[in-house]
């Protein structure tokens, strides 16, 4: 959210380029230091349960495999991004009325809470599981809170001709948080799961504690009232439909997933009932949530579209090559399954890097030469690398699959920062807020939904061929054919997340039974590094292609809409700083949208 979100009559034009910082200099950096000391803090803990999630669970002593605990474990991993995704539009508006430092200042406060409570985790069994998810969900209501409103602070305090360099500082903060949260979890979770929550507790402390004393209000407060029935309604339809996404991907009856399970069918028509009658209402909503009528603008439109298209196609990529590198190429590669969560999010560093590299590189080009041509060929570019990953085999040389997450995160962040300016630079003063909301809540959507449609296309590339290829393995090591058989026909998410988890999905399917009444060396062989990679690399493989095309075809869609949006206006040319930190900026909405981040570009433009 921006100062310019103000109504007619609260402040004169052009009064979100005019500096509001009062007091000592030293104010601006203070209030970098405890937003950027947030973000990195919200965004450690968005990625850190992804590696943590197998630790945290032996710990609280739940299979989270087993019949009805699927859920839990799906809740516990997506629960903070959903939360986030619903409620940073409204909160940030709210930041906008009733003041932005004011908001901040309680998320920060709501986060370190559920931080506290998470810490002090003292149960077991599905009652633990359930009181980490409902923590969690109160942990993602106060990064919504820190994130929709750090930037606007940010605005708030620095001048215009320094805005660039203190939200590229943020933007990388955003970055580095998504990835640290993955090696911190992988660091601290085998040690003692508690710290995985525990190390946000001091931070939290002093950066609540810190806001309190040191931050205050400087911008302009709109004059506006809260419009209850479109928060109400957008956050009934949203939420509805990403719990149906969640539950589609749990198996139901004799069906490998749960689309045709009827409380995932009330929940994905009913929400999409209710976003329907969202629309109604903003459309006849005098002080709307959404303005609607920015969608008349051609420009708009089209990098909307296009920013959709591009968070569907990746935000179910990291979860997809995590498995990819868990359950086939590092077993395969004589690591053990415990070993393999934290050893992913290391080799998955190129991506991070190509971030890095092009964001500044991006936002100087488009800064200069407009965003069409960046952000069009930023898609084009991802839509390539989606296809070079079919190309090399499921048990790679390293090399060539780096190569290839470096360029997707070259051509991610070459695409990220373009065509965000390009659709601030699209929206009048007062409106530049909600247009930044709508964009983040399209891009996180979109991401979630990506993470239903990828598991999806994988299972059922796997459903087709894994049966046949799981009996014959486990009957040639001495497996009885009866319970091949059983084995073979259990749905195959649950290797899926068994892999993901970090878990030798043969020794958890075949139990210890079962492997006490083979052989020692068959067993040995059943549960060793090669058997379970071996069998799944050829069925796991067909549904990677059939996800990597998805992929690849929505970057191509995303792609022409964003060479429709006709040509940019007239850039003007800033120093090298400014432009650069542009771009860190913009590299930084890629990590952070996927959190429930607002733009850091809003806050500029």
Same mark, same amino acid.
């Given at each position: !959210? ?10 004169? %034009?052009?009064?979100?380029?005019? %500096? ?63 939360? =986030? ?11 906008? &009325?009733?003041?932005?430092?004011? &908001? ?7 986060? =370190? ?5 998470? @810490?002090?985790?003292?149960?077991? +069994? ?25 930037? @606007? /602070?940010?605005?708030? @305090? ?55 004393? #040191? ?38 009856? +004799?069906?490998? !997933?749960?689309? =045709? #399970? ?7 028509? $009913? ?16 002080? %709307?949530?959404? #303005? ?30 995590? /498995? ?16 393999? %969560? ?16 092009? $964001? ?16 069009? /060929? ?31 995160? *070259? ?9 965000? =300016? ?15 909301? &709508? ?20 299972? *059922? ?8 290829? &799981?009996?014959?393995?486990?009957? @040639? ?33 075949? $139990? ?40 690849? /075809? ?29 771009? *860190? ?21």
């Amino acid at each position: !959210m921006t100062t310019s979100d103000t109504t007619a009559g609260t402040a004169p %034009p052009g009064a979100d380029d005019v %500096p509001t910082v009062s007091g000592s200099d030293n104010y601006k950096w203070i209030a970098l230091s405890n937003t950027t000391i947030g973000i990195l803090m919200a965004t450690i803990n968005s990625s850190i349960l992804i590696i943590a999630l197998p630790d945290i669970f032996r710990g609280i002593k739940v299979d989270p495999l087993a019949s009805g605990n699927t859920s839990y474990f799906l809740w516990t991993l997506m629960g903070f991004m959903l939360v =986030t995704s619903v409620l940073v539009v409204s909160l940030g508006r709210v930041g906008d &009325m009733f003041g932005r430092v004011r &908001m901040y200042n309680l998320g920060f406060a709501i986060f =370190t809470l559920f931080s506290i409570l998470l @810490a002090v985790t003292w149960m077991h +069994g599905t009652t633990a599981a359930l009181w980490i998810i409902l923590m969690r969900v109160g942990q993602g209501i106060g990064g919504a809170f820190l994130f929709a409103n750090s930037s @606007a /602070i940010i605005a708030d @305090a620095f001048p215009e001709n320094e805005r660039g360099l203190a939200l590229g500082i943020n933007g990388v903060a955003a970055i580095a948080g998504s990835f640290l949260g993955l090696l911190v979890g992988g660091l601290l979770a085998p040690v003692e799961w508690h710290l995985v929550f525990l190390v946000s507790v001091p931070f939290g402390i002093f950066g609540t504690v810190w806001a309190y004393l #040191k931050l205050r209000d400087n911008g302009v407060r709109t004059q506006a009232r809260i419009d209850w029935a479109g928060n109400i309604t957008f956050a009934i339809g949203l939420i509805a439909i990403l719990t149906g996404i969640i539950y589609g991907l749990q198996p139901y009856g +004799g069906h490998t !997933m749960g689309w =045709t #399970k009827p409380f995932v069918l009330i929940c994905l028509f $009913g929400g999409l009932a209710v976003l329907i009658g969202f629309v109604v209402i903003e459309v006849h909503s005098a002080d %709307p949530m959404f #303005k609607l009528e920015l969608f008349s603008n051609r420009a708009f439109t089209m990098g909307s579209l296009s920013a959709l298209l591009a968070a569907l196609a990746r935000g179910g990529l990291q979860f997809m090559i995590i /498995i990819w590198l868990q359950g086939i190429w590092l077993p395969l590669h004589g690591y053990s399954f415990e070993r393999t %969560p934290l050893l992913a999010g290391i080799y998955m560093i190129p991506l991070t890097v190509g971030f890095l590299l092009s $964001g500044p590189v991006a936002g100087r080009l488009a800064d200069r030469y407009g965003a069409r041509p960046f952000a069009t /060929i930023g898609l084009v570019v991802t839509a390539i690398s989606f296809l070079l990953f079919n190309v090399i085999p499921i048990d790679f040389n390293y090399v060539a699959f780096a190569a290839i997450l470096l360029l997707m995160g *070259l051509s991610m962040g070459l695409f990220a920062a373009p065509n965000t =300016t390009a659709v601030m630079n699209t929206l009048p003063p007062n409106q530049r807020g909600a247009g930044a909301g &709508m964009l983040n809540t399209f891009q996180n959507s979109a991401s979630v939904l990506s993470i239903g449609v990828f598991f999806t296309v994988i299972v *059922l590339g796997l459903a087709s061929s894994l049966p046949d290829a &799981m009996f014959s393995g486990l009957t @040639a090591q001495g497996v009885n054919p009866a319970k091949a058989h059983e084995l073979a026909n259990l749905p195959p998410i649950g290797s899926l997340f068994s892999a993901f988890l970090g878990i030798n999905p043969t020794e958890q399917l075949l $139990g210890s039974d079962t492997l006490n009444s083979l052989q020692p060396g068959q067993a040995t062989f059943l549960t060793g590094h090669t058997f379970f990679p071996n069998l799944i690399s050829g069925p796991f493989g067909d549904g990677l292609h059939l996800a990597f095309y998805f992929a690849a /075809i929505a970057c191509a869609l995303g792609a022409v809409l964003s060479w429709l949006r006709g040509k940019d206006a007239p850039h003007v040319r800033h120093s090298l700083r400014e432009e650069v930190a542009e771009g *860190l900026a913009g590299a930084g909405d890629i990590a952070a949208v996927e959190d429930g981040a607002g733009s850091t570009l809003a806050a500029e433009r």
